[in-house]
């Protein structure tokens, strides 16, 4: 099983290299064969190149990611609540959302899946 | 899929009801073959009378939840972050937790997942 501490580490790396928009830092964190679900429902992004790609596209809104509350660790999870900050057709927008991230025994990110919907989105109207 | 706002409704009922110490209110929740594993990694309870077992003990402790922040709604999944408050052996005790519920069809819970482990367990020692 992964470090605990690796995990929450992983977690806080996650949220500084997103709001650095970095998406090489942020694609580090996965495993090769990792797969991405954000949000829930959507299709999936596969592998490293997927990942890099999806990311870099996110990023290009200028989000700024806020870490809420201390992030839950249990087995080979790291599961956190966050709010996406970004400026978008002149406005403040917000996401509400909690990530769960699986880990891989060498501590990499293998499967991570964005909980957030429709209901979640404020200032978009 | 079922409703987003009943799905919310499901999780405030679920907090309520569960600060209140009514097993019979939080059982009513859930499908009658559905799953609680709490915490992940434990053993699984399944159906509604290992479900209303496994929350009549764990309200024994007299434990309160306090919900933080918005429920994350998305396809048939709610997900939020609370905290665990409860008096035990002289001492305040809080648990960091983040649940997963999985709907059904009829609006009820499939599936409970719990996230928390010793890193989110404060006041033990």
Do not use: Q
């Not at 966050?82 to 917000?94: C, I, M, N, P, T």
């Amino acid at each position: 099983m992964p470090d605990p501490k690796h995990m929450e580490s992983a977690v806080h790396e996650y949220v500084a290299a997103f709001s650095a928009g970095s998406a090489d830092r942020v694609a580090a964190l996965f495993a090769e064969n990792a797969t991405v679900e954000d949000p829930v429902g959507s299709p999936i992004h596969e592998g490293l190149a997927a990942i890099h790609a999806f990311y870099s596209a996110s990023m290009a809104t200028g989000a700024k990611l806020t870490l809420e509350g201390p992030v839950r660790v249990v087995t080979d999870y790291a599961v956190f609540a966050f709010a996406v900050h970004l400026e978008w057709e002149g406005g403040a927008k917000r996401i509400d959302v909690i990530d769960s991230f699986r880990f891989d025994e060498a501590g990499k990110v293998a499967e991570m899946r964005a909980f957030w919907g429709p209901d979640n989105m404020h200032g978009f109207t």
